[in-house]
């Protein structure tokens, strides 16, 4: 079944410059039957600040949803999107991700019920990237010729899931490879394993825990291919929290939990914040 319409949720953290070359992204896109959500993990103001201007200037939905800075909570801010929106397939991508202009048009391509979609991505280069974001070039490439000039100069990190059509993998139960810039589930699925648990604390591995309450629930895992998103090129987040989170997933792997510890259902209605 084709979903009807598609949240994209795009996390956020003090990125401003990074978010406004993805929302032009999503302006672009060649099916515009989605919304987007901006999670906002507690920015400056800059950032409402350029999604205020991008509203102005599409005619595509935009909510922003904001909390208070107080760490590495991503879990959480994506938890309060889960219960405010209202569409019923929700792709979950990141502020530094550029989508290609078919990106909406192939996740409604291949979604299906009982299965959620990974999907891939190209690195950038530290250089490009930072043209990108201050306006030194004229924007991403639209054909393949230019996308091979970017691999030959090193732009890009990768040009073979630029050559692949859309399509689906057979689907399967791994882990491996599961990027959280980049992958889409039915909303009541969703709902069934409680969201994202947000007893992981700092960066790591809260994607690769949802991931598997999925298959432990009998959601299966299918690949995106021939869509993949550009990453722009960033500095690392900390990950001294990393070590502890590693011991919450290995748990929930060894008891075949389905559910978050601590997820959509533990959080207050009267903590939403849109905007």
């Given at each position: 079944?084709?979903?009807?319409?598609?949240a994209?949720?795009?996390s956020?953290?003090?990125?401003?410059?990074?978010?406004?070359?993805?929302?032009?992204?999503?302006?672009?896109?060649?099916?515009?039957?989605?919304?987007?959500?901006?999670?906002?993990?507690?920015?400056?103001?800059?950032?409402?600040?350029?999604?205020?201007?991008?509203?102005?200037?599409?005619?595509?939905?935009?909510?922003?949803?904001?909390?208070?800075d107080?760490?590495?909570?991503k879990?959480?801010?994506?938890?309060?999107?889960?219960?405010?929106?209202?569409?019923?397939?929700?792709?979950?991508?990141?502020?530094?991700?550029?989508?290609?202009?078919?990106?909406?048009a192939?996740?409604r391509?291949?979604?299906r019920?009982?299965?959620?979609?990974?999907?891939?991505?190209?690195?950038?280069?530290?250089?490009?990237?930072?043209?990108?974001?201050?306006?030194?070039?004229?924007?991403?490439?639209m054909?393949?010729?230019?996308?091979?000039?970017?691999?030959?100069?090193?732009?890009?990190n990768?040009?073979?899931?630029?050559?692949?059509?859309?399509?689906?993998?057979?689907p399967?139960?791994?882990?491996?490879?599961?990027?959280?810039?980049?992958?889409?589930?039915?909303?009541?699925?969703?709902?069934?394993?409680?969201?994202?648990?947000?007893?992981?604390?700092?960066?790591?591995?809260?994607?690769?825990?949802?991931?598997?309450?999925?298959?432990?629930?009998g959601i299966?895992?299918?690949?995106?291919?021939?869509?993949?998103?550009?990453?722009?090129?960033?500095?690392?987040?900390?990950?001294?929290?990393?070590?502890?989170?590693?011991?919450?997933?290995?748990?929930?792997?060894?008891?075949?939990?389905?559910?978050?510890?601590?997820?959509?259902?533990?959080?207050?209605?009267?903590?939403?914040?849109?905007?």
């Amino acid at each position: 079944m084709t979903p009807h319409r598609i949240a994209v949720v795009i996390s956020t953290y003090n990125a401003p410059k990074m978010l406004q070359r993805v929302l032009q992204g999503y302006a672009q896109q060649n099916d515009p039957n989605f919304t987007m959500y901006i999670a906002d993990d507690g920015s400056a103001p800059e950032t409402g600040e350029i999604i205020d201007n991008f509203r102005k200037k599409t005619a595509l939905p935009v909510v922003h949803t904001w909390h208070e800075d107080n760490g590495f909570r991503k879990a959480r801010i994506h938890n309060r999107v889960i219960q405010a929106l209202q569409e019923d397939y929700v792709l979950f991508t990141d502020g530094d991700c550029i989508p290609l202009p078919g990106l909406i048009a192939a996740h409604r391509k291949i979604a299906r019920h009982g299965h959620f979609v990974s999907g891939s991505r190209i690195l950038l280069s530290k250089q490009w990237s930072h043209h990108l974001q201050t306006g030194q070039c004229n924007g991403i490439p639209m054909t393949i010729s230019e996308f091979l000039t970017w691999r030959c100069t090193g732009r890009i990190n990768r040009l073979l899931p630029l050559l692949l059509p859309v399509h689906a993998s057979a689907p399967h139960d791994s882990l491996k490879g599961i990027r959280g810039c980049h992958f889409a589930f039915w909303r009541n699925d969703l709902l069934t394993v409680n969201g994202f648990d947000e007893s992981f604390e700092g960066w790591g591995r809260e994607d690769s825990d949802l991931t598997a309450r999925m298959l432990h629930a009998g959601i299966r895992r299918i690949d995106l291919r021939g869509s993949p998103v550009l990453h722009l090129w960033h500095q690392e987040v900390p990950r001294h929290r990393l070590p502890e989170n590693d011991v919450i997933l290995r748990e929930c792997l060894d008891s075949k939990r389905i559910r978050a510890l601590k997820g959509l259902d533990e959080l207050g209605l009267n903590e939403l914040s849109p905007q």
